[in-house]
């Protein structure tokens, strides 16, 4: 009888073992894990919930933390830090963009590559070049609002000054197709050619557009070098 109680608490003790380190190893990679999901699905029909995991993560990690100092576990706080600083560490590591650009692609971009469902417009010497508005996210159902185009010259990365005329009267040929783009909306309501916007490469020639509305300090490098209006 004294062995098999013995092998029984044992086993109590390992069991007891591997769910403290199971808990430790969660406690660890939840938050960073988070925050790559944050990045994979921002583009995606997932993007509204974000905010709310986010929120909720973070409550958890602020109770671990000061369960951690109030009761003096000082391996929960050490993991806790670690955790931190891979949050931290992440935006630098130069997986941020891999993983922005991968979670795109997998759930939206890889629908959009042919281009059928976009409004397309060609530009360039020889119109060997491609701009298209593929669709809209809205913070509803995506978590933020955005432009998605496909743009194979990459110009609209570019200072304003320095995208070519050609590029311009393609922006400006999608801005006045009717399309459920925010670009169309807002060149029903201003006259200028160009507002002050901020994109941001999302992959396989895909970037996000976001544009300054309050921001008054507009675009006029069209209208005074390429004669657009």
Known sequence: M????????INYKFRKKVKSAMFILVLLLALPGAFVYFDFTKYST???????IKFI???LYALIF???LT???WHYF???LLSVTMVVIYPYSGLKDLIIHKGFYILRGQFYKNLSHCAVEHYGKNQEQTLAYCFRTYPESEGG????FYDSGGEVMLPENNRSCSWYTAWYSIARKK???????IAKEISMPSILMKTSNIGHSFYAVEYDLFDRAFNYYPISYCGIK
Do not use: P
Not at 145 to 148: G, L, P, R
Not at 179 to 185: E, T
């Open 179 to 185: 399309n459920d783009s925010m670009l169309y909306g």
């Open 78 to 80: 050490f993991v806790f």
């Open 66 to 68: 000061f369960f951690s």
């Open 2 to 9: 004294g062995f098999f109680k013995a092998k029984k608490e």
């Open 145 to 148: 609002n955005y432009d998605i």
């Open 57 to 59: 993560i973070i409550f």
């Open 71 to 73: 009761k003096r576990k």
């Open 46 to 52: 997932l993007g509204h919930l974000n905010s709310t």
